[in-house]
Nanobody
Framework: QVQLVESGGGLVQPGGSLTLSCTTS????????MGWFRQAPGKEREFVAS????????SVANSVKGRFTISRDSAKTTVYLRMNSLKFEDTGVYYC???????????WGQGTQVTVSS
């Protein structure tokens, strides 16, 4: 059973920063590609960022490139999404996910709400 627990969401002003965390087991991070997705109200869930099992290869969506960074800790139990220069359109529920191989993600967390508002 793969468990993913997100935290770190909240209310932030435009231009602000937040760091989301996805806590799981070392086995999960070593075995699966990890990713972040988001879903805005009334919209479909969209890819935000991913990081490979090795931690060497990462990818971010064009809409967040240069502002968001995905990383993981050395203990391989937490995956982070550092979000800078937040915009109104970054508002949504952010989900952590784990997958065997691209493009699929097989396991999902419950999500954490991020609201960008003045």
């Amino acid at each position: 059973q793969v468990q993913l627990v997100e935290s770190g969401g909240g209310l932030v002003q435009p231009g602000g920063s937040l760091t989301l965390s996805c806590t799981t087991s070392e086995r999960t991070v070593a075995k699966y590609r990890m990713g972040w997705f988001r879903q805005a109200p009334g919209k479909e869930r969209e890819f935000v960022a991913s990081i490979s099992q090795s931690g060497i290869i990462s990818s971010v969506a064009n809409s967040v490139k240069g502002r968001f960074t995905i990383s993981r800790d050395s203990a391989k139990t937490t995956v982070y999404l550092r979000m800078n220069s937040l915009k109104f359109e970054d508002t949504g529920v952010y989900y952590c996910a784990a997958g065997h191989a691209p493009p699929d993600f097989d396991f999902w967390g419950q999500g954490t709400q991020v609201t960008v508002s003045s």
